[in-house]
């Protein structure tokens, strides 16, 4: 019933092509362009592009995963999350699908395709930041190399594993913030005002805590979790105090997208649809 239920989203996502471009597609195809631009102002404005600058491709596709949950990025995967997990108040078509299927599979259906979503954003906005790295280098002449830090494809994997599932917990809120605001509109608003007061308070809290391990405060904000666990994979000598955290981190992270998808499918349960 799950699995029927799940390939009856993806089919509706699929042919909701507004949807797709502008919450998945969206934002890693801005980045490319930006990044292009960048590098054909240089060449052809500037006209002084940088001499003897090596460019590493991993190097390149890892900072765009970095940010692949950014406040910029959130905005329009938030807005492909809406459309899937409160679209069905909008056109008020719940009631069509609640007698086929149980609520908490058809909820669950839903966040699971989102993931996936989300999964296949980040995986083009890693292939765009490599096709740009290399367009950028025959661009200004750079030259290109794999790694200028020793990084290697599993450092990729875990940022994207990582990403991914800070980007699951606003995806999880947005399923909460759907059933009960019951507006599209409702869930994009609480879901970046949420991510954007996570990095004001990221960031004062870390400097309140320099050269210390982190707080149970700081630990309990998704942003600095995903933050300290990017920098544990990436630059372990560089983490300091914090190092030892990152395994708390990743439970932290866990936890928020079982709460919040757990909450999600409770009060979808014992909602009343009648009031749509």
């Known amino acids: 019933m799950l699995a029927d239920a799940i390939a009856a989203e993806r089919f509706r996502l699929l042919r909701d092509r507004s949807a797709v471009f502008w919450g998945f597609c969206f934002a890693p ?14 060449r052809f404005v500037i006209k002084k592009p940088i001499p003897g600058l090596t460019v590493g491709l991993i190097d390149q596709v890892l900072k765009a995963l970095s940010n692949g949950a950014s406040t910029f990025a959130a905005l329009f995967l938030m807005i492909g999350a809406a459309a899937v997990l409160a679209g069905d108040y909008r056109w008020e078509t719940w009631r069509l699908l609640t007698p ?62 990582i990403t ?31 991510r954007f007061v996570q990095t004001i308070l990221a960031s004062s809290l870390r400097l309140m805590e320099q050269n210390e391990a982190p707080s149970w405060k700081l630990l309990a904000l998704p942003v600095f979790d995903a933050d300290l666990l990017r920098a544990a994979l990436l630059a372990p000598e560089q983490v300091g105090a914090a190092g030892g955290s990152a395994g708390v981190a990743l439970a932290v992270l866990l936890v928020w997208v079982a709460a919040l998808t757990a909450g999600a499918v409770w009060l979808f349960r014992r909602q009343d649809l009648t009031k749509e």
């Open 29 to 42: 195809l801005v980045g490319f362009m930006l990044n292009i631009g960048g590098d054909l102002f240089l």
């Open 100 to 161: 086929r299927n149980t609520r908490q599979n058809l909820l669950l259906a839903k966040l699971i395709v989102v993931g996936e979503a989300v999964f296949w954003s980040l995986l083009l906005t890693a292939v765009l930041s490599a096709l740009a790295a290399v367009i950028g280098t025959g661009i200004n002449g750079k030259a290109l190399t794999v790694s200028m830090f020793g990084r290697n494809l599993f450092d990729v994997i875990g940022v994207l594993a």
């Open 164 to 194: 991914w599932l800070e980007a699951m917990t606003l995806a999880a809120l947005a399923a909460c913030v759907g059933v009960l605001s019951r507006s599209t509109m409702g869930v994009v608003i609480a879901c970046l005002g949420f």
